[in-house]
């Protein structure tokens, strides 16, 4: 998987809200992630278009099925927003 990491949204980070953003999404045969959506996110909306542009952004080696390569359907990340010396990460 390739891609940039989150971008903390600077609000959030100023008021020292943490959260974590599950994210669905499929897989082109391109390995372009397609049809990304949120699951779940806490808390509610804050770091949903965060989460999303990361996950639009990943690039993936898709699955192949007798050289053939496949889309991947239904793929599930969680991107979590953390201060104080921890990382965004996904």
């Known amino acids: 998987m390739g891609g940039a990491g989150p971008k903390y ?8 809200i943490e959260g974590e ?3 669905a999404y499929d897989v082109s045969v391109e ?6 959506r949120v699951v779940k996110s806490t808390p509610p909306g804050v ?8 996950v639009r952004s990943w690039r993936f080696n ?3 099925v007798d ?4 889309r991947a359907v239904d793929r599930h990340s969680k991107v979590e927003f953390k201060i104080a010396g ?4 996904y």
């Open 47 to 54: 770091f949903d278009e965060a989460a999303l542009t990361t």
């Open 21 to 23: 953003v599950e994210i």
């Open 67 to 70: 050289g053939v390569p496949q």
């Open 86 to 89: 921890n990382a965004s990460r």
């Open 62 to 64: 898709p699955p192949y």
């Open 31 to 36: 390995g372009e992630v397609q049809n990304a």
């Open 9 to 16: 949204p600077p609000a959030a980070q100023e008021q020292g």
